[in-house]
């Protein structure tokens, strides 16, 4: 009787100790559970898509759980997008206006308006043109100029007061063809649609065969500046307030400088 107490004695504790090592080993510890997937949508100037995508990647490395999607376009566009309802947890507009006109109606939080980012205007056209400089665009055998629409394209606005204060927008105007955002622009002179075009510094770094003539005059129009805002609709304060001071660290900085940018430290 007392051998067979023993071994019951024994096979409980070899089952125990059984037990504790397969927990040791974690084979029957819960998985802890995954972090919510947290979705955030930045409305964003058409000028910043190649900046901005890869800039994506690196903070994905740092955040996993973090899904972000872009809706790039003209500034203007965005803007009326905004007012309208659609939905968007950021917006970064090429031009102050634009993100004035939302604040005067409510729809930004106030204190997170930073300037992000600057640019400069330059004229660009084919590599083989023979165009030296903004006094030839008015030549005869320039055809066709583009730039973005002015109401509603920040880089537009731009180009019209650069003209307007080298005394060519009115010589120019049956010669303009107007693009939806700037990025068109560029595509219209890659292809030899149009002459020559006016566009951002960061946007002629991505051009293909092409080359910039030269820059506006930096007192022909007002300082480029790019500000970014939180939208007070916006479900996800906090993960939109930590990729906000992603875009203004050093690392954002380097990235968007690699692209033409100027960042602007706040």
């Known amino acids: 009787m007392k051998k067979i107490i023993t071994l019951l004695i024994m096979s409980v504790l070899m089952f125990t100790v ?33 900046a901005a995508e890869e800039l994506k990647g690196l903070y994905a490395n740092e955040h996993q759980n973090v899904n972000i999607t872009y809706n790039f376009g003209a500034s203007g566009t965005l803007q009326k997008q905004i007012e309208e309802g ?40 084919k590599k083989d043109s023979q165009i030296a400089g903004f006094e030839e665009l008015s ?51 890659e292809t030899g649609n149009v002459a020559a075009g006016m566009v951002y510094s960061s946007d002629a ?22 500000p970014m805002a939180i939208l007070k609709d916006t479900k996800q304060q906090r993960a939109v307030e930590d990729f906000v001071a992603f875009l203004l660290g050093e690392e954002a900085a380097k990235v968007f400088e690699k692209y033409g940018f100027k960042a602007i430290k706040n």
Not at 92 to 106: P, V
Not at 157 to 184: C, E, F, H, I
């Open 18 to 50: 059984w037990t504790g090592c397969g927990d040791a080993k974690g084979q029957d510890a819960p998985t802890q559970p995954k972090a919510e997937p947290i979705n955030l949508t930045i409305s964003a100037a058409a000028s910043l898509k190649d």
């Open 86 to 125: 659609a939905p968007a947890d950021l917006f970064i507009s090429a031009g102050t206006k634009q993100m004035d006109a939302l604040d005067e109606k409510g729809l930004i939080v106030k204190e997170s308006r930073k300037d992000l980012l600057g640019n400069d205007l330059v004229l660009i056209t």
């Open 205 to 226: 770094v991505m051009g293909k065969d092409i080359k910039v003539v030269t820059a506006a005059p930096a007192d022909s129009h007002k300082p480029i500046v790019y």
């Open 139 to 189: 030549k005869p055998e320039v055809d066709k100029i583009s730039i973005g629409t002015p109401e509603s394209v920040p880089a537009g606005q731009y180009a019209k007061d650069a003209l307007t204060s080298m005394n060519l927008w009115d010589k120019l105007q049956p010669k303009l063809v107007l693009a939806k955002d700037v990025r068109q622009v560029l595509t219209y002179v």
